[in-house]
């Protein structure tokens, strides 16, 4: 049974930089895309960028380009995401989810986190 779980949020001011961390565990995770999400309460989640597990592949939302960098660390099953220059617009809570070949935009991941809360003050 696959798990993820995420941590690093936090308060911060607008600048600052931030980096969150997923675990996955529970199983292999070799042909999964991983990605993260930003919600807001009673809003569609947001895509914020995702990365392929076997080859490093990424993609971000233009939203967060050039500021924010989604990376791996194999030997750890951990998907960071550094974010840089955050703005209050990045307020949000922040879940990875990982899904087969492609993360998926829309509809329900096959994993994913809980979320960590991230509070970006002006």
């Known amino acids: 049974q696959g798990q993820l779980v995420e941590s690093g949020g936090g308060l911060v001011q607008a600048g600052d930089s931030m980096t969150l961390s997923c675990v996955a565990s529970g199983r292999s995770f070799n042909m999964y895309a991983f990605g993260w999400f930003r919600q807001y309460p009673a809003k569609e989640r947001e895509f914020i960028a995702s990365?392929?597990?076997?080859?490093?592949?990424?993609d971000y939302a233009d939203s967060v380009k050039g500021r924010f960098i989604i990376s791996k660390d194999n030997t750890e099953n951990t998907v960071y995401l550094q974010m840089n220059s955050l703005k209050t617009e990045d307020t949000g809570v922040y879940y990875c989810?990982?899904?087969?070949?492609?993360?998926?935009?829309?509809?329900?991941?096959?994993?994913r986190g809980q979320g960590t809360q991230v509070t970006v003050s002006s």
């Open positions: 989810a990982a899904d087969p070949l492609r993360i998926r935009r829309v509809g329900r991941h096959d994993y």
């Open positions: 990365i392929m597990w076997n080859d490093g592949t990424t």
